[in-house]
């Protein structure tokens, strides 16, 4: 039964395989065999590294033949290809009882294999919270049958599975994965090497479990440090070097034999506003905007990105209609499509989101979309409205049926590129070759202690060691772990410092300490020789200033670690040394552990400027700062 622990070769889904039935010819003159391969144990991309989002590279020959397989789906099914849905549980046939729930409440279905076979949906997301995640053996389970409920279609089809795996503070699959640095901390580290390994790790991995589309790299340029959706998800404010970055992880990712996906097209770097809760403007003019937001979506393109995800913002200077880049043909067509000659799949960020809600409802969003030059619809909140909204378009003619195939072509050229119509299932044995290896776990803490940036050094405080600084008192913020790594922050600071024989112990306070919790800090920092507070997202008015204003004044030497922004620094005063580690995740926390005791140097920069916090015009930090122990 699916979900089960299986022998270490997939099954075949009762001697259906993509190469029966209507599609028999289509995908054998598309993949060039005459009969179902082997399965392979780790699935890999069949033209990795070619530039298969741009105009003219993939065959005409095989346009001709995905056209003709196009040709004899039914309406709902080309319909159905163009949406990417959620779906919860950890099984495609046998979730638990509360996800079935779920799914009825939600979709009207019980299960993923219903759900394809009531909507032919061309792709399903996974999330954590929607249990499809909880280990790398049940969601290639979980994947397999998805894919097995594909080809029991009429027309057999393989499903595109993707996720949001961007690493750093946004990653849905967990331990044991190998959990890279984030985009921020890559750009810190400043080596387009590491940036690609990741990227290849990364996508290996999640090939490895049957997800082949991930909604990564992030291609926004964070120009604004109030940004509250963007941040760390950024490689930086410098538009060349956010460029570099991600020309370096689309070819890792393309050598992981994944479908890597910049966002958010056309720039989310400048907004103040978070697009899941309201509608952001950007107010660049169309110079600003060629300046600063679209380098790292050119550079995205010229390395053969895959797909580009859409972004719920308004910019007038690009459309003046002010409708969200998602719903408007000047920027997806007429820029993206036109300008930039991208060709290869355009997927919209969540429909669910409140962003793109606000100017029209759910049905026409999703038929906005795709007139805007839309190929795949992400997560509508109603998958019925939206799905029923699209078949209604084409029969009143609002949408033509050439349309359509236009983008279901584009969706079937990304998926014949990435093997899946020679062999979509993957294996047990893929899995434990590929997933959380220690050669993967020991790139990622390499790669890590290169992106951990000294800030605030007082007189060469930094390294210390455990003869000098033996006791140590670890508090501060303690956010929800973002990539199931196993946290809290402060558990983790303590438990590296006491691998490395310190005496730590661990108190959390909280990202809003209580005036009786930072009471309790500086009682507890009597007779220790050492206080590690970690911040998160300091603002002017935060209480973690306070905590480390109380702290400091303990006269117990305070060294600081931001967890997250690394604007951080702005806010704090009298400790004695600063590190920024981009991301609390258990690698970045670890390597940084390594760096505060010299057992390696600190080597990396800040990729964004951080500013006064009294004075925003005048700048402390600049972009390339970082100590080192020389």
């Not at 067509?333 to 290869?344: A, F, K, M, P, S």
């Not at 008015?541 to 117990?556: H, K």
């Amino acid at each position: 039964m699916e979900g089960a622990r299986v022998q270490h070769r997939a099954p075949s889904p009762s001697r259906r395989t993509l190469l029966t039935v209507s599609a028999a010819a289509a995908a054998a003159a598309v993949t060039g065999v005459a009969a179902p391969i082997a399965q392979a144990d780790t699935p890999t991309a069949t033209t990795a590294g070619a530039p298969a989002g741009a105009t003219g590279t993939t065959s005409t020959a095989h346009d001709r033949t995905l056209r003709a397989l196009i040709s004899r789906m039914s309406l709902e099914e080309k319909v159905g290809q163009l949406f990417v849905m959620r779906v919860y549980g950890h099984s495609a046939t046998a979730p638990d009882q509360a996800d079935i729930d779920s799914n009825l409440r939600e979709l009207g279905v019980r299960t993923a294999a219903e759900l394809v076979e009531r909507y032919h949906v061309g792709g399903i997301i996974y999330f954590a919270w929607a249990h499809n995640t909880r280990d790398p053996h049940q969601i290639a389970e979980l994947s397999n049958g998805i894919q097995r409920a594909g080809l029991a279609q009429s027309t057999p089809l393989p499903l595109l599975i993707a996720t949001d795996q961007e690493h750093g503070i946004v990653c849905r699959v967990g331990k044991p994965a190998t959990l890279m640095p984030g985009a921020m901390a890559l750009g810190a580290g400043g080596s387009h090497a590491d940036a690609r390994k990741a990227a290849q790790i990364a996508g290996a991995e999640l090939a490895a479990v049957g997800i082949r589309q991930n909604y990564a790299p992030d291609a926004d340029v964070n120009v604004n440090p109030a940004n509250p959706v963007i941040g760390v998800r950024s490689f930086g404010a410098d538009p060349d070097s956010v460029a570099a970055m991600v020309s370096a992880q689309v070819k890792g990712y393309q050598q992981g034999g994944v479908a890597s996906t910049a966002k958010h097209f056309p720039g989310h770097g400048d907004t103040a506003t978070d697009s899941h809760y309201g509608l952001p403007t950007i107010t660049h003019t169309r110079e600003q905007w060629g300046a600063l937001d679209a380098p790292p979506f050119r550079a995205a393109v010229a390395a053969g990105i895959d797909s580009i995800m859409t972004a719920h913002i308004v910019v007038p200077a690009l459309d003046p209609s002010e409708d969200p880049a998602t719903l408007s043909r000047p920027i997806l067509t007429g820029i993206l499509r036109e300008q930039l000659g991208y060709d290869g799949v355009v997927v919209t960020d969540s429909l669910g989101m409140e962003g793109v809600r606000t100017k029209y409802g759910d049905a026409r969003v999703a038929v906005l979309a795709l007139k805007a030059g839309v190929d795949q619809l992400l997560n509508p909140p109603d998958l019925s409205v939206s799905w029923n909204a699209v078949l209604a378009a084409v029969k009143n003619g609002e949408l033509t049926e050439a349309r359509l195939d236009e983008s279901i072509l584009r969706i079937l050229r990304l998926k014949t590129k990435l093997g899946l119509f020679k062999d979509p299932y993957v294996t047990h044995a893929g899995v434990d070759r590929t997933v959380g290896t220690a050669a993967h776990l020991a790139h990622a803490d390499r790669i890590a202690e290169r992106t951990t940036t000294l800030l605030v050094n007082e007189g060469g405080f930094l390294p210390v060691s455990r003869r000098s600084h033996p006791k140590v008192l670890v508090v501060g913020a303690d956010p929800a772990s973002p990539s199931g790594t196993t946290g809290p922050p402060t558990a983790t600071l303590t438990g590296a410092l006491s691998e490395l024989g310190f005496s730590a112990q661990a108190l959390s306070t909280g990202t809003t300490p209580t005036a009786a919790q930072i009471d309790r800090a500086v009682a507890a920092a009597a007779g220790q020789d050492l206080i590690l507070v970690g911040t998160y997202n300091l603002s002017a008015t935060s209480p973690q200033r306070t905590l480390v204003d109380r702290l400091v004044a303990t006269g117990v030497p305070v060294v600081t670690i931001a967890i997250r922004n690394p604007y951080d620094v702005a806010h704090t005063r009298g400790q004695r040394a600063t590190l920024a580690t981009y991301s609390w995740t258990d690698v970045e926390l670890q390597a940084a552990v390594r760096v505060l005791t010299g057992r390696v140097a600190p080597r990396g920069r800040l990729p964004v400027p951080v500013r006064s916090a009294a004075d925003p015009a005048k700048t402390l930090y600049p972009v390339g700062y970082g100590l080192s122990y020389a």
